[in-house]
């Protein structure tokens, strides 16, 4: 599993020339997964900070039942046409048993030959999809990052996906993000319940079927998620 990431994410590719533009207005969007080869990708987001910082998380679950997490960080800004671009610099990939498990950092890489932009979405208008941006963004290694659907995820607090495979009748397991990375402390009231565990953007709430996708605010401080 972890040669496919490496390969893509790693391989050797062209020096990009440096980014055009201002940087990228903070956000928080929900983005349709990247596709690659575990069994179950089930959610991604992409996450812009002040300074044009961002990054892209993935969720996914190997065959052998355990969650693989991806980490691109790198750089967001606007120009040449697009209301948002990212390049990547540095790839984590990172390894949960379970959702309340310690995470083990299982390898760190280079990506700083890939790029992507997104433009307007004909389907949605407060939507953005990746494509290449121009002959310099569109290296074959970028593609498994074009195609992909933006969904902004407006207001603050928490934003996560339902993660089935650990959520039964006794516990219901969410993995998400905050625009600005604060902590979500347990025992905070949620329409699904209230938090009994949080731990790496996993949100376990009290027993019940629960929605597919959650949101609730959060205090105003806090710390990281990740």
């Given at each position: 599993?972890?040669?496919?990431?490496?390969?893509r994410c790693s391989a050797p590719g062209p020096v990009l020339a440096p980014a055009q533009g201002e940087f990228a207005p903070p956000g928080l969007?929900?983005?349709?997964?990247?596709?690659h080869r575990f069994r179950e990708n089930i959610a991604a987001y992409v996450r812009v900070q002040d300074q044009g910082s961002a990054e892209i998380?993935?969720?996914?679950?190997?065959?052998?039942?355990?969650?693989?997490?991806?980490?691109?960080?790198?750089?967001?800004?606007?120009?040449?046409?697009?209301?948002?671009?990212f390049r990547p610099s540095k790839c984590f990939y990172y390894a949960k048993d379970t959702p309340e498990a310690d995470r083990v950092p299982l390898?760190?890489?280079?990506?700083?030959?890939?790029?992507?932009?997104?433009?307007?979405?004909?389907?949605?208008?407060?939507?953005?999809?990746?494509?290449?941006?121009?002959?310099?963004?569109?290296?074959?290694?970028?593609?498994?990052?074009?195609?992909?659907?933006?969904?902004?995820?407006?207001?603050?607090?928490?934003?996560?996906?339902?993660?089935?495979?650990?959520?039964?009748?006794?516990?219901?397991?969410?993995?998400?993000?905050?625009?600005?990375?604060?902590?979500?402390?347990?025992?905070?009231?949620?329409?699904?319940?209230?938090?009994?565990?949080?731990?790496?953007?996993?949100?376990?709430?009290?027993?019940?079927?629960?929605?597919?996708?959650?949101?609730?605010?959060?205090?105003?401080?806090?710390?990281?998620?990740?």
């Amino acid at each position: 599993m972890l040669a496919f990431w490496a390969v893509r994410c790693s391989a050797p590719g062209p020096v990009l020339a440096p980014a055009q533009g201002e940087f990228a207005p903070p956000g928080l969007y929900s983005m349709q997964v990247l596709d690659h080869r575990f069994r179950e990708n089930i959610a991604a987001y992409v996450r812009v900070q002040d300074q044009g910082s961002a990054e892209i998380w993935q969720l996914s679950r190997a065959r052998d039942g355990k969650l693989r997490l991806l980490q691109m960080q790198g750089q967001a800004y606007r120009g040449s046409g697009f209301p948002l671009a990212f390049r990547p610099s540095k790839c984590f990939y990172y390894a949960k048993d379970t959702p309340e498990a310690d995470r083990v950092p299982l390898e760190v890489f280079t990506c700083d030959h890939l790029a992507v932009a997104f433009s307007r979405s004909p389907a949605c208008s407060d939507c953005l999809v990746s494509v290449a941006s121009d002959t310099e963004m569109g290296a074959e290694d970028s593609a498994f990052l074009y195609g992909k659907t933006l969904i902004p995820v407006t207001g603050s607090g928490y934003h996560g996906k339902k993660v089935d495979a650990y959520s039964d009748h006794t516990q219901v397991w969410y993995w998400g993000l905050t625009p600005n990375g604060e902590q979500v402390a347990t025992g905070l009231q949620t329409p699904a319940g209230k938090v009994r565990t949080a731990v790496d953007g996993f949100v376990q709430v009290a027993p019940g079927p629960g929605p597919e996708t959650i949101r609730f605010r959060l205090p105003e401080t806090g710390a990281d998620l990740f």
